[in-house]
Nanobody, 121 residues
Framework: QVQLVESGGGLVQPGGSLRLSCVASGSFFSINAMGWYRQAPGKQRELVASITSGGSTKYADSVKGRFTISRENAKNTVYLQMNSLKPEDTAVYYC???????????????WGQGTQVTVSS
């Protein structure tokens, strides 16, 4: 059993900052890629940023230069530092983790429950 728990969401004014955290716990030995997704009302879930176990990162064009993803492998934790927030960043933010399965070459993606981020004056 694997659990992902996000924290750090909330209400912030435009131009402000928030830092999201996501901790993975349970029965596993390692984590492949970890990522952050978001879903705004009436829209599909979209990738915000992802990071491999080696630290390679990828960002959505809409957040490049404003958001930074990082991870602490020893703590099974991924972070999302969000700066210069805009109203259009308002969404529920979900983290996920790709964790190797029992058999070589297999893996499973686990999701957290989500944390609300609201950017409004």
């Amino acid at each position: 059993q694997v659990q992902l728990v996000e924290s750090g969401g909330g209400l912030v004014q435009p131009g402000g900052s928030l830092r999201l955290s996501c901790v993975a716990s349970g029965s596993f030995f390692s984590i492949n890629a970890m990522g952050w997704y978001r879903q705004a009302p009436g829209k599909q879930r979209e990738l915000v940023a992802s990071i491999t176990s080696g630290g390679s990162t990828k960002y959505a064009d809409s957040v490049k230069g404003r958001f930074t993803i990082s991870r602490e492998n020893a703590k099974n934790t991924v972070y999302l530092q969000m700066n210069s927030l805009k109203p259009e960043d308002t969404a529920v933010y979900y983290c996920n983790a790709d964790i190797p399965g029992t058999y070589v070459g297999t893996s499973f993606v686990y999701w957290g429950q989500g944390t609300q981020v609201t950017v409004s004056s």
